[in-house]
């Protein structure tokens, strides 16, 4: 391209509208980080959509709020009416002002029909933190392939994957590592949590209400019977927000536990672990980044046990289901998923990996292979120029029948 050209395409790109969709936490941090890259970078773009409190933050009009009640797995079809709500909500606003691209960002359940309804009305789409159909449900490659004109995916192995679909497709990075990259731990804490020596374990039990309500007792379980097996621990349990401390109280409360709850500082809190429980997902990914030994555990809930139990392998058919050990495509970390019936076996695990330095050598190695082609990641800024290639037509566009 000749010199100036680039900036000649983002001229071109400029003063359009984009309608930005998210029905998750972590959505909205990342689409926050998307949007003040995109002003950092001089584009003049109109940002409206479904967002979430980051978002409207950084200044986006706000159409609609799902994140507040975001739901996984059984709790989604309590949200179907909001999911209906939202999207009469979308075809209102294009109805008023047509976007000229719209960006939806993870929630395939939410995020898929709404790519069906923005290519019924002629509008461009980009899929930024794609369906995880590698994982499951590969039947909703060909609704992607319908729907959706690009897909920005976060993961290096999804590229192929996708193009291997016919999707149009590019690995952009990462956009954990870009919030990673600004965290900044406090030594004090760390100190203070370390004082008396006993070994710090951080328990990490999602963001969401109903997950939080799940995987906390089961973590805490844990702790129990880890001191019942003669082990000294300080347990340290991560808070997403503020909003979410008094529901983390009531649970140690609950159960009689001297835990201390730790809010929005996760930075500190990994820096000073010795050993990490950690519910399912992209968390896994953040402890990995601080190189920590870490036991992962899942429960997705008795309404879900016996449909998995008779037709699970019809829909998930992996070796592994922690994304650290997907990556890896081997067992480098120990993951007691879907469903955890005992806490007993994730003690007893949690103690050998506690106290076995070259196991825990050998998954901090193994860690740093995974995490360090991630480390750099620039996503927010490669999506921006995906934006402005799809807006000024660089890129086939798919064409709804």
């Given at each position: 391209m000749a010199p100036g050209g680039s900036r000649t395409l983002a001229n071109?790109?400029?003063?359009?509208?984009?309608?930005?969709?998210?029905?998750?936490?972590?959505?909205?941090l990342h689409a926050a980080r998307l949007v003040r890259t995109a002003r950092e970078l001089g584009h003049a773009w109109e940002f409206l959509g479904l967002t979430g409190p980051r978002?409207?933050?950084?200044?986006?009009?706000?159409?609609?709020?799902?994140?507040?009640?975001?739901?996984?797995?059984?709790?989604?079809?309590?949200?179907?009416g909001r999911a209906r709500q939202a999207l009469a909500a979308c075809e209102e606003s294009w109805r008023q002002r047509r976007p000229d691209l719209v960006i939806v960002m993870d929630s395939s359940a939410l995020h898929l029909s709404t790519a069906r309804l923005a290519k019924r009305?002629?509008?461009?789409?980009?899929?930024y933190i794609a369906p995880q159909t590698?994982?499951?449900r590969p039947w909703r490659l060909r609704t992607i392939r319908k729907y959706v004109d690009r897909v920005a995916c976060i993961l290096p192995f999804e590229e192929k994957h996708f193009h291997d679909a016919g999707i149009n497709a590019e690995f952009v990075g990462h956009p954990l590592f870009e919030s990673l990259a600004d965290e900044?731990?406090?030594?004090?804490?760390?100190?203070?949590?370390?004082r008396d020596h006993r070994p710090v374990i951080a328990l990490l039990p999602g963001s969401r209400k109903h997950v939080i309500d799940t995987m906390l007792p089961l973590q805490l379980d844990v702790i129990r019977r880890m001191r019942r097996d003669?082990?000294?621990?300080r347990p340290l349990v991560s808070c997403v927000s503020p909003e979410r401390k008094g529901l983390v109280q009531r649970i140690i409360g609950e159960r009689h536990d001297d835990a201390e709850v730790v809010v929005a500082d996760n930075a500190s809190l990994l820096t000073a672990a010795d050993l990490v429980l950690v519910a399912s997902g992209t968390a896994t990914l953040h402890v990995a980044h601080y190189r920590k030994p870490m036991v992962v555990m899942y429960d997705a809930g008795r309404v879900l046990y016996w449909p998995h139990r008779l037709f699970g392998r019809l829909i998930i058919n992996l070796p592994h289901l922690s994304l650290v050990n997907i990556l890896a495509q081997a067992r480098v970390v120990p993951e007691f998923m879907p469903f955890v019936r005992e806490t007993a076996p994730i003690a007893t695990v949690a103690g050998q990996l506690l106290t076995d330095e070259p196991w825990r050598a050998l998954m901090i190695r193994q860690m740093d292979d995974i995490v360090?082609?991630?480390?750099?990641?620039?996503?927010?800024?490669?999506?921006?120029?995906?934006?402005?290639?799809?807006?000024?037509?660089r890129i086939t566009c798919a064409t709804a029948l």
């Open positions: 071109m790109a400029d003063h359009k509208r984009i309608f930005i969709s998210v029905a998750e936490d972590s959505a909205d978002l409207r933050a950084a200044g986006v009009e706000s159409v609609a709020d799902l994140t507040a009640s975001a739901a996984m797995l059984a709790n989604t079809v309590s949200q179907i009305q002629g509008l461009k789409v980009l899929y590698w994982a499951s900044r731990p406090d030594e004090r804490r760390i100190a203070h949590w370390r003669g082990h000294a621990l360090r082609p991630l480390s750099n990641s620039t996503a927010s800024r490669r999506v921006c120029e995906l934006v402005v290639e799809m807006l000024v037509g």
